[in-house]
């Protein structure tokens, strides 16, 4: 049980679909697109508007699902400046490698060798997933942050408790702490993926590590809107922000005025939108083949 429920908080802290796509595929700014409230299909034009009009973007990815990576950079390409970017896939305290990386003070091998990040959706994945969204943000002048919690403070907050994490600073503030809102929801979701039969004790301990990457993602993004950047947008499995997730619940949390707006990146062929998808974003981006490799 205990290893099972190790694999799922990996699964809905990554929300992968285990999807690979070749790089022949469609341009990516001919996915199809759907307003996630009505159904109604969009024009990229569109899309790009809605982005403009944001002080924050999430983009709700399946890691391993290629052409929502190509229609990220799409978008972070399209988007107006100044906008930002922050990732799920970097830690807080990688930022001083990030920030080197952007100065040239180490090269992309190097970057990717010291955040141990090549792999990070699968084998040599980084090149082709997560630099080109940084480079293109860099190219442009803008902010790029490392969003996420160490892995370290996350597990040890799930088995010690989070009254043990470090509270001196500069640790402290390489994480955050859920904010007391209403994430009832978002917990049902959560359990109901562990299955019954889980031990309730040890569904919260999960709960808890699940909680903490959204609270520093949520915080992260809107520091980095409040630096400035607009919009901010994050990079970030679907699982986090789709059906208001808990990073969802954490930027609003923060920002309350914001107008925030949720991406979700569906690896899916069908060119009409699956009605179970209907109301689980603002945006939703069907990005192609789905061929699935159960776990």
Request: net charge negative; proline share 6%.
């Amino acid at each position: 049980m205990m290893l099972r429920l190790i694999g799922l908080l990996f699964l809905v802290g990554c929300s992968s679909s285990m999807v690979t796509r070749d790089a022949e595929s469609p341009l990516p700014r001919a996915c199809v697109i759907f307003d996630g409230e009505s159904g109604e299909a969009l024009t990229w034009s569109t899309l790009m508007e809605r982005v403009e009009r944001a002080d924050a973007v999430m983009l709700g990815e399946r890691h391993d699902d290629l052409m929502g990576h190509l229609v990220q950079h799409a978008i972070l390409e399209d988007a107006p400046n100044p906008s930002g970017l922050a990732l799920e896939m970097l830690e807080r305290d990688e930022q001083p490698l990030l920030d080197d990386f952007r100065d040239g003070l180490i090269d992309q091998t190097t970057f990717q060798e010291l955040t141990e990040s090549t792999n990070w959706a699968g084998v040599e994945t980084w090149e082709t997933f997560y630099q080109p969204a940084i480079d293109v943000v860099l190219r442009r002048g803008g902010p790029v942050v490392a969003a996420n919690a160490p892995r370290r403070y996350v597990r040890h907050a799930r088995i010690e408790g989070k009254s043990t994490l470090p509270t001196d600073q500069p640790r402290s503030l390489w994480f955050d702490l859920p904010s007391n809102v209403d994430d009832s929801l978002y917990r049902k979701k959560f359990f109901d993926l562990m299955g019954e039969g889980t031990d309730p004790s040890v569904g919260n301990q999960f709960f808890l590590a699940q909680r903490i990457w959204d609270a520093s993602m949520g915080k992260s993004l809107a520091d980095l809107r409040a630096s400035g950047a607009q919009p901010a947008i994050l990079l970030v499995g679907g699982f986090h922000v789709v059906d208001q997730g808990g990073t969802v619940l954490e930027y609003t949390h923060h920002r309350p005025s914001d107008e925030l707006l949720i991406v979700s990146l569906v690896p899916d062929q069908k060119t009409v939108l699956p009605q179970d998808l209907l109301g689980t974003a603002d945006i939703i981006i069907l990005t192609g083949s789905r061929d699935e490799v159960d776990p």
